[in-house]
């Protein structure tokens, strides 16, 4: 019982840092069909400016939490405009492409302004304790993770279901073309939800700078975990990154315990069998790819 | 277009033109006038191999794949271990063996992974890359794990060449294999099987309406661009006499991808001149900064993904076409 | 395993290759002598070799031209990237082949330090190991020296140490290579001859974000202590944090291990929680000799306040001082036996970590061994020694004699 506890934490924690950083990206590639592997970039970005606002500069943490991912999704709009846009409708090995090519140049320019070393995000103090439950022991860092990850899985779900955007982001998923002739401004959509992903990303990059630490390799350590995340969940889906997302949380955490000597070999066997079974992922609609 | 000028039009498609001839030329020459950089040479040929069969999957058969390296490694670590837990040093056999064990892989890989598309076909080379490279790690008293396998011994072949660190013998070695992986594929893609591949790449359903049997034909293409690909890291190993991780990595899928979209993919030539420029500009640039290197790489792979589809081949296929008017 | 094979082909190769190599070595009087340095500067660990490579550069600004008198050297630096092999190897053989070197220094990792082992052999080039620490490398190729460490150096002796201090059960966690299991044993057998017994052996890979369910089985399993090896970097801070989070301190689980995981650049940004790990290694800015006030006063001055050395900064140090005494003894010459010959018998009584000598029979470095604690000094942590065991040999090669 207590094991199964101690697990379920863990994996949740890891699992809403997990979902932060991937829902934006199956967004865009539900809506735009735009394969970005430099999702993880938005991340690292986020990470970067918290840790020099906090760390340099005596930022407080919760500022820049609110912030930076404001700050990164403007950053993230821009770039839409200017570079992801002229790739729309391309094949993907020049989207591949394109992404391989931005997070080199990223990484290069994050080695090149804050050097090799990880860069730690300093926590408030009241967060780098321990809470004690009866026989358990959590951290309070990791139970505002988990409040951030359910809160933000909460909004985006209210926003997709009840607001006038979130109908406007799904009529131009399910259909562009239609939802482009009854008037619905596709292109600013995109850029919108370009934003917001980017923006969420920057928010899991900088709560989840203790588990994916900020280093200038960042985007492509992390990219292939952002990615399955996105596949297990599927296309077309704008709900089923928190499960995919728990999926994997709870097989990596599981299999760090018990078998820790397999690394990711017990996670990726998993993901490939799934993906292989099931190639629309959990809710993805059969045949959009 | 008339029926004499079509068949002129086809018999001037697959002729061989003098220029195809002088990679080769390049190559012969080169021990007599740049020796110290024969190791570096061999490297780029290795490399040239394998991009000639990422070209096969992804510019003529329109696969775009991110874990060809698995194939590049079964076929690198089973010359190793071949070598080193089985005793067996002769040189060709090894690749031969490599080659096959890594095709047959790519036929039971592929007729897996086939049946996806797009996103899920690249999700589930990237998971299998990574699936290979942790096993790699973690089997390590086949493998080497992490510090790798040496002391791989190849014979000196037919007896008398033994491979040294100058290179030389490998030189020649890598040389002629690279003339044969050549011969093949420019008759591969000439061929109709070859036309057929092109035909499932343009438009899939077009081509099962004429009668193509898109999955098959595809599963066999991938075998063979698998069996190259091992083919080359075989050849890598018993050159360099050393095997590790890197042979089956997330990173060496990127870079093989980013050397045939620099050359231009779809056009045998693009595989050539890729690996040419990206080693021999690491090569330079990469020795005093890294980062620097790594930044301009970035630059260059955004340009040619925005600006230069086709690569460098395209960009000499215009400049031929719009001089020649 | 690790062994070079000696076949008559393999020599045969060698009395051909080195004759034409030796030839283009031997400088004349005027020539630099070229000494290639492999640091890793790139990549998810360019920390270190970060640290390294600053330390080589400080030697040759304040020390070499002393030493030197008028010989000139050339240094070529080249980036491994990490553990990488095969680039170690391709890096070794251009400049050996390319460049001319007539050594070879610098090598963070092990899996490099094999790979170019056959290298050295072949082409008779000294190298001197200024970090890899596993036991076997030195006997891979008569051309190896090192000047850092080995991985038993510090481990079994700390295994001894903590059977006499009240830890009866250990949990042994490692990464999972040749250095990781270097340490699994070297401590085991310390431990266990003195006493104590090890209820759990677990291998982790080296990629590893997630330390939390780890350390959560460790706490299950309630030992006295946890031994933890680590091959340092960025994510051992990380480790620690994870081990305070999960509460093995408040279980009265104390963290045990070789120096590498108390690093002494990465100690600020752990912060106080590090307070009260015991390490065993023989190198901390704290160390109190004026060699290492001297080491210390000349870093600062030129990297500034905030960066520390750590102990690799120490093995590059002493290693560039091996390297450019034996150039200045032969003269330059070029004759790599007369150089090996130089290197065996290099003592230093000055180094910043205490007195170091190379033992000529292993080629491998002697030198004190010091058991830490992390105490807050001054408000920052640092690596306080509290004992020494002195002149320290490789006890791995006298229980596995070659």
């Given amino acids: 019982m207590q094991l199964t506890v101690n697990i379920g934490f863990q994996a949740l924690a890891y699992a809403s840092v997990l979902y932060l950083m991937a829902v934006g990206l199956s967004v865009t590639l539900g809506l735009m069909g735009f394969i970005n592997l430099a999702h993880s970039v938005f991340a690292m970005t986020g990470g970067y400016l918290a840790a020099i606002a906090c760390g340099n500069y005596g930022f407080p943490w919760y500022a820049a939490l609110v912030a930076a991912p404001v700050f ?117 959509i995109f850029t919108c939800t370009f934003a917001i992903g980017g923006a969420l990303a ?21 990219l292939v975990y952002v990615q399955i995340v996105v596949a297990v969940a599927g296309l077309g889906t704008l709900r089923g990154s928190f499960i995919s ?14 078998f820790p000597e397999y690394g990711t070999i017990l996670l990726f066997l998993a993901i490939f069998l799934f993906l292989f079974l099931r190639p629309q992922g959990l809710f993805g609609r059969p045949g959009v790819n | 277009m008339s029926a004499a000028a079509f068949n002129t039009f086809l018999d001037n498609k697959h002729r061989l033109s003098w220029w195809e001839l002088t990679p080769f030329l390049v190559l012969a020459i080169l021990p007599f006038v740049a020796r110290d950089y024969l190791p570096l040479a061999t490297q780029i040929i290795i490399y040239i191999i394998f991009t000639l069969s990422l070209d096969l999957l992804v510019g003529y058969a329109g696969i775009v794949t991110l874990g060809h390296a698995v194939f590049f490694g079964i076929g690198a670590y089973t010359a190793g271990i071949i ?18 064990i890594s095709g047959a892989a790519g036929v039971l890989f592929g007729s897996v992974v086939l049946r996806t598309a797009r996103f899920t076909l690249l999700m589930l080379t990237l998971s299998a890359v990574f699936l290979a490279n942790e096993i790699a790690n973690k089997a390590s008293w086949i493998t080497g794990g992490v510090d790798g396998l040496s002391g791989i011994d190849i014979w000196p072949l037919f007896g008398i060449f033994a491979f040294d660190m100058f290179g030389i013998t490998g030189f020649i070695y890598a040389l002629a294999a690279l003339l044969v992986v050549w011969i093949f594929m420019r008759w591969l893609v000439h061929s ?49 006499q050393f095997v590790g991780l890197k042979a089956a990595s997330f990173e060496l899928s990127a870079d093989v991808l980013i050397m045939l979209a620099i050359g231009g993919a779809g056009r045998i030539y ?56 | 395993m690790y062994q070079s094979r000696l076949t008559r082909r393999s020599i045969t190769k060698a009395l051909f290759a080195t004759p034409m190599i030796l030839s283009s070595r031997i400088a004349l009087a005027a020539d630099p002598v070229k000494v290639g340095l492999i640091f890793t500067t790139s990549g998810p660990f360019a920390s270190s070799g970060d640290l390294m490579a600053k330390a080589a ?54 899996p490099n330090a094999f790979a170019i082992g056959p290298l050295l052999t072949q082409s008779k080039t000294p190298c001197v190991l200024m970090n890899a620490g596993t036991s076997s490398i030195v006997r891979s190729s008569p051309f190896f020296a090192r000047t850092s460490h080995t991985i038993w150096q510090s481990c079994y002796p700390l295994g001894q140490w903590a059977a006499r201090n009240k830890i009866g059960k250990a949990y042994t966690l490692v990464t999972d290579f040749a250095g990781g299991h270097d340490a699994e044993t070297g401590f085991t057998k310390g431990f266990t001859e003195a006493g104590g017994s090890v209820v759990a052996a677990v291998r982790m890979p080296i990629q590893n974000p997630n330390f939390a369910p780890l350390l959560q089985r460790v706490r299950d399993t309630k030992p006295d202590a946890l031994f933890v090896f680590h091959p340092g970097g960025t994510q051992t801070a990380a480790f620690i944090k994870t081990y305070a989070e999960i509460g093995l301190a408040n279980d009265g689980i104390r963290l045990i291990g070789p120096g590498d995981l108390t690093s002494d650049e990465e100690l600020p940004s752990v912060g106080p929680i590090a307070k009260g790990i015991i390490t065993a290694h023989h190198y901390s800015v704290a160390g109190d000799r004026p060699a290492n006030k001297e080491f210390l006063a000349l870093w600062h001055q030129e990297y500034g306040a905030s960066l520390r050395p750590n102990y690799m900064s120490v093995g590059v140090w002493d290693g560039m001082r091996v390297i450019a005494t034996t150039i200045a003894a032969n003269k330059g010459n070029g004759d790599p036996d007369a150089a090996m010959e130089t290197i065996k018998k290099y003592r230093d009584d000055n180094s910043p970590r205490g007195p170091i000598s190379i033992d000529p029979q292993t080629r491998d470095i002697v030198q004190n061994e010091y058991i830490r604690e992390v105490r807050i000094v001054n408000g920052e942590p640092y690596n306080v020694e509290l004992e020494t065991i002195p002149a320290v040999k490789d006890p791995w090669k006298s229980f596995n004699p070659a």
């Fill in chain 1, 245 to 258: 997302a728990l999926m994997i949380g709870l097989i990596q955490t599981v299999s760090g315990y018990f």
């Fill in chain 2, 83 to 100: 070598s080193v837990r089985g005793g067996w040093g002769e040189g060709l056999s090894g690749l031969l063996i490599s080659a096959t």
């Fill in chain 1, 202 to 222: 920057a928010i899991g990059g900088i709560i989840g700078a203790d588990l994916f630490p900020i280093n200038p390799s960042y985007a492509f350590d992390t």
């Fill in chain 1, 72 to 188: 990164v999704g403007l950053i993230a709009a821009g770039i839409e405009r200017a570079l992801y846009a002229r790739l729309y409708g391309r094949d993907e090995l020049d989207q591949v492409l394109f992404c391989i090519g931005f997070i080199f140049i990223t990484g290069a320019l994050a080695r090149m302004a804050f050097g090799p070393l990880q860069r730690p995000i300093a926590l408030p103090n009241e967060l780098a304790t321990t809470i004690s439950a009866a026989s358990f022991t959590f951290s309070t860092y990791k139970i505002f993770v988990i409040a951030i990850g359910a809160l933000t899985a909460l909004v985006v779900l209210f926003s997709l279901e009840r607001t006038r955007f979130g109908s406007m982001v799904r009529a131009a998923v399910e259909n562009r073309g239609m939802a482009e002739s009854v008037g619905l401004r596709t292109t600013l």
């Fill in chain 2, 270 to 325: 693009g595989a050539f001149l890729g690996p040419v420029i990206y080693l021999a500009a690491q090569d330079y640039f990469a020795k005093d900064d890294p980062v620097l290197w790594q930044l301009w790489l970035g630059l260059i792979v955004m340009a040619v993904a925005t600006f230069a589809r086709g690569g460098l081949m395209a960009l000499l296929r215009r400049t031929a076409a719009s001089s020649a008017k």
């Fill in chain 2, 192 to 240: 109709p099987f070859g036309q057929s591949i092109a035909a499932i790449r343009d438009n899939r359903s077009r081509a099962a309406a004429i009668g193509i049997a898109v999955l098959p034909r595809l599963v066999v293409v991938y075998g063979i661009s698998c069996a190259i690909a091992g083919f080359a890291g075989a050849l890598q190993t018993q050159v360099i």
């Fill in chain 3, 57 to 110: 550069a400080l030697f040759m600004k304040h020390k070499a031209p002393a030493l030197l008198s008028g010989q000139k050297i050339e240094i070529i630096q080249r980036d491994d990237g990490g553990p990488n092999p095969e680039v170690a190897k391709r890096l070794v053989q251009e400049l050996i082949v390319r460049d001319r070197v007539q050594f070879i220094g610098g090598i963070q990792w092990t």
